[in-house]
């Protein structure tokens, strides 16, 4: 582990199959305390079954896990892990507060219950039946439950799908707080702009295997694409085929990034002869993706002298996980153990 930091949880070259399918090959990560790991992939790459190894759920066919440098599984590493699946098994007729006193009675030194309220952004709901609760209202419930123990490591398994933006933000700012009292976050997400905010590293799998992993900086740098934006009489279409360009695409203002975008410049009817291939007298709103930025836009402004708003972006974690992901064999056929 470099910088000194402290490893609490590890995969070293694990192998996971069920059955014929190979859910994980080779696969290496490593959890270190005070940051946030975001281990990402499509559904099916892996992200559960290398969280069920870590807690110690199952063992793996090959490699190894560890979690506090030990077996996962011992007791006394799982008291001092804190865990919050995609599903939890939790007594419907339970009220909340006594979901939270149960599972604290776990744990050698738990939160109060003021403190487990404040995390999980569970105000008002103590006194209320767990199984009565709105599917986001049990998700902040699940993840008090996952903080109560006081966990040095934290395993998030897409715990922020089905919150609205409050108890998301919530989640965030609780999980920031704990990360900045030196525990250790493993989150699994398919919303790459949390794991752009809140993640400090990532691992990125695809069909089982490591495609990427490092500083949150130097996966995003894997791409060399950027993202220009502009307002332009050029159709699309037309950008499109130069021959320095990936895609161009002429882009809603209600889809586009809210703050990029002045949704008044959009015209109402730039819809209408997108794709033909030829320039138009209204300006549409174009995005443009190139390893060559400033090549398309010394020509984007010698085409045309009346652009404006013009944008210049670094490809986000979303461009590269997209890209990492293409990358690899896209059928799964090759996961079948011969
Ligand atoms: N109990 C099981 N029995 C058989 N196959 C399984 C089992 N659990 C997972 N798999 C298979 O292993 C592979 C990896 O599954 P896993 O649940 O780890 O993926 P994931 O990345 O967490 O997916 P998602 O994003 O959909 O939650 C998939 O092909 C899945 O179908």
Not at 59 to 88: C, K, N, Y
Not at 91 to 96: A, F, N, R, S
């Amino acid at each position: 582990m470099e910088g000194g930091s402290i490893e609490l949880a590890s995969l070293r070259g694990v192998r996971k199959q069920y059955g014929k399918v190979v859910a994980l090959d080779g696969v290496d990560l490593s959890l270190a305390a005070g940051q946030v790991l975001a281990l990402l992939g499509a559904n099916g790459a892996g992200k559960s079954t290398a969280v069920a190894l870590l807690l110690g759920l199952m063992q793996p066919d090959a490699g190894e896990a560890t979690l506090f440098g030990r077996l996962p599984g011992r007791l006394d590493a799982r008291r001092g892990a804190g865990v919050m699946l995609q599903s939890a098994a939790l007594q419907e007729t339970l009220k909340v507060r006594e979901l939270l006193d149960l599972t604290r009675s776990y744990y050698p030194n738990p939160r109060s219950v003021a403190d487990c309220v404040a995390l999980g952004g569970l105000d008002g709901l103590l006194d209320r039946r767990y199984g009565k609760l709105s599917g986001g209202q049990q998700r902040r419930v699940q993840f008090a439950l996952a903080v109560c123990g006081n966990p040095r490591v934290l395993f998030l398994d897409e715990p922020t799908t089905g919150l609205d933006i409050e108890a998301r933000q919530t989640l965030w700012r609780a999980l920031r707080e704990l990360v900045a009292q030196g525990c250790a976050v493993l989150l699994t997400t398919h919303y790459l702009e949390e794991a752009e905010a809140l993640a400090d590293r990532v691992t990125v799998l695809a069909h089982g295997r490591v495609v990427a992993a490092g500083a949150m900086d130097e996966v995003r740098r894997h791409v060399s694409a950027r993202r220009i934006r502009c307002l332009t009489t050029l159709d699309a279409a037309r950008i499109a085929a130069w021959p320095e360009v990936r895609s161009a695409r002429a882009v809603d203002a209600a889809l586009a990034d809210a703050g990029a975008v002045d949704a008044g410049a959009m015209p109402s009817d730039a819809v209408g002869d997108r794709g033909l291939g030829r320039s138009h007298e209204k300006s549409d709103r174009v995005e443009i993706v190139t390893d060559a930025a400033e090549d398309v836009v010394r020509r984007l402004l010698a085409e045309d002298a009346t652009l404006s708003e013009l944008e210049v972006q670094r490809a986000g974690l979303a461009d590269a996980f997209l890209e990492l992901t293409r990358e690899d064999v896209s059928d799964d056929a090759h996961r079948e153990a011969a």
